[in-house]
RNA sequence: AGCGGGAUGGGAUAGCCAGGAGAUUCCGGCGGGCUCAUAACCCGCAGACCGGUAGUUCAAAUCUACCUCCCGCUACCA
């Protein structure tokens, strides 16, 4: 509650979302790390001592089943993983101060002491569960080692989490049909002794928490339907060798397999990601202790998937074992590409390295990422888009402000005129400089950027509005008085777009003589006069040509239709047709016409493969309609040998309580599947939208086969 | 269907949380200007009754209720 505004007194931490050691970095992810940076950063411009640190998050369950699918040691695959992302995140000039890992000492030690102040505290016990277990495999089955359904959205779920429906954390032992997720045998339960964190105690405090937490409003109020809903305690230990030990726990009658879940020693690498960067600088430069413990302002910029970890758990823990609480929590939006969502199986993703392999200037993407949408929003990513955003903005505003002014400064002054700022261009550059304190204080990454580029679109009325080039022969007085305002401008320009695009504004800086960093300039520096001399100015941002933009489409397109491998691919239309006229008709409802009817197939299968497939008649024995599902009907069908559990599509299409009894024609040999977490083993035959079954007319028994 | 986000001039977006002069910015269209500048930049014009309905209020894009539609994730071929 009513917190200092930046800047406080107090040293700040800036963290973003700890990068899954588990494959490539893409856009998404770049979006919170350049977010988190482009904010750090913002603070420094505002006089706030802070520190950015993240570091790769190591362990829990995936990384574990990749490693033993690639026969490698898990803390061999995280680590390869870990230096790719140290590599890359300099690479779109996301600095961190420190960059650590969770299974470096400093978290490994950091963590077992919070868990065991808590545990001392009396904020963990001692609970024997269900835990699903793989008799086959002989062993447990943490988190996303298992699979099944939901029981409270009845999604497919997996073991911690349910990812596809409500996306509530799912404590072990509560998905419901759990099935091994390595074996795909169904998993049994067994009762196993687990340590539980009492999240449920911290209600009354995290409810007085989320009141005062600033930062996006999204990760306000969505804890606070999960509080409302009742908190359950959480389940901190897995039955895994990779992760933290539980400390204590060799000699602990509870075995000495349990480690603790990723996502208690994961937030923790933020203090000890802070932690290594004290002693790496000293604690006079910067110190861990008071940020975490005394006083701090603490902000984590997070995607949204993962609220719910930093507005329950992570403050919980804090709370209980006597740290500061966090003062904002950002959660970003999602990354869409060409208005779908991005996604890394399909391939719809740009890719961080693709990215720069193409050759573009890491702040082209800050920029885009920063000021496209809110924090908050999804953002769409399209190169059109990212086009006419640089080209428009960013070269067109910016660029041409910066470059013009210069250049005309030095050819006609070489350098800044001797002259003072005026009266006008002064209040314009502190009204900037005031509005981006106030972004910064919103947690409102665009607003910083669109003061700094609504200041350069100043500048390019300003100049036009003064046309020095007619004045200099004229009035060469105020010729030199309206350049000296705009190298001004460019100066403060560069000053206040320095968090989103820190290389071109020290490229700016340079050109204009300044020495130093820009990145250590406070915004009020933007009205220090710049130094008398400097060099013939450059161009300091290129256009993107149309062509480039065609070429960069279609290697998109093509790697996502690899990816998805001819599947539906419903826009590929004949070439140049006009596309409003398709857009503007699809209103035509003329439903009845036959031409629609799919094409009959020229490939020919052999008899052979004809018998491959088993089609048999059989009798519905019961129907009834999936919860959840709009179309899904679980039916019981007697195949003669057996009476099977079949999943059909046909829900809407028939009054499901006429069914039982009727004959129907099944494919018997279909491999089962999952939906809705029923299983079907079999696919009832049917034709046409409407589902008409399949059956037979003369005394055909129920389980004869159709052929 | 669940969860989340959204519905504002041709397209994309801001404002809405802290309700008050018919509303932001960018792209596009039209007209004009300038020539220092990356065919850039500047100025002007056209164009939205702010998804619908009902409320609260002196006053609503902005608050409340209901509704419709859209998008993302998941997914309903099994």
Known sequence: MSNDEFPTDRPAV???GLPYANGDLHIGHLRGYIGADAFNRALKTLGQ???????????????AVNAEQQGVDPAEFALDWHRQYEETFPQFNVEFDNYGHTHDETNTELTKEIVRTLDEEGHVYEKEIQVAYDPEADQYLPDRYVEGTCPYCGEKARGDECDEGCQRHLEPGEVENPVSSI??????YRERAHKFFEVSAFEEYLTEFLDGLEGTSNARNQPRQWIEDGLQDWCITRDMDWGIDYPGDADDETGSDLVLYVWVDAPIEYISSTKQYTERVGADEYDWERVWTEEGDIVHVIGRDIIQHHTIFWPAMLEGAGYNAPRAVAATGFITINGKGLSTSRNRAIWANE?????????????YLTTTGGLQQDVDFSWNAFQEKVNGELVGTVGNFWYRSLLFAYRNYEGTPEEAVSAEVRERIEGAI???RESVNEYDLRGIGRAATRLAQFGNEYIQRNEPWKLTDDDPERAAQVIRDCVQIAKAVAVLLEPITPDKSQRLWEQIGEDGDVADVHLEDALETPPRNFDEPGELFAKIEDDRVDELNEKLEERIAAATDGDVDDGTESDDTDADESDDMTDSESETETDDLEPLLEDRISFDDFQELDIRVG?????EGIEGADDLARLEVDVGFETRQVVAGIKQLHD???LPGQKCVLLVNMEPAELFGVESNGMILAAGDEADLLT?????????KVR
């Open 14 to 16: 800036v963290t973003c």
């Open 49 to 63: 001592q802070t520190a950015y640190v993240c570091g790769s998050d190591m362990h829990g369950t995936p990384v």
């Open 183 to 188: 074996t795909g045998n169904p998993a049994e």
């Open 355 to 367: 990215y720069l392999e193409e050759g573009f200037h890491p702040d082209l993407l800050r920029y």
């Open 434 to 436: 005031g509005d981006v």
């Open 619 to 623: 009798r519905i024995e019961a129907a």
């Open 656 to 658: 499901l309580s006429e």
């Open 696 to 704: 037979t007319h003369g005394d055909a028994a129920v389980g004869e």
